[in-house]
């Protein structure tokens, strides 16, 4: 993914997360999410062509502004 955003308990909580998704890409971020109670993400991934993809946890739209 080109970027991801994770809501979790804690800041720190949130960035070990969110680096675990960068580096293992969101096809394993809900094995990764899932340990951990309340935590959410998104991913935006950008193809070198077309459109960009985003990808979500099912929790996360209630997140949204």
Known sequence: PSGVT???GSSM??????????????????????KFRGAEWLTVSRPRAGPAEVRASAGMERHYA
């Open 13 to 34: 909580e949130a960035d070990a997360l969110a680096t675990a998704i960068y580096v293992l890409g969101s096809g394993r971020a809900d094995d990764v999410i899932n």
């Open 6 to 8: 994770v809501i979790a």
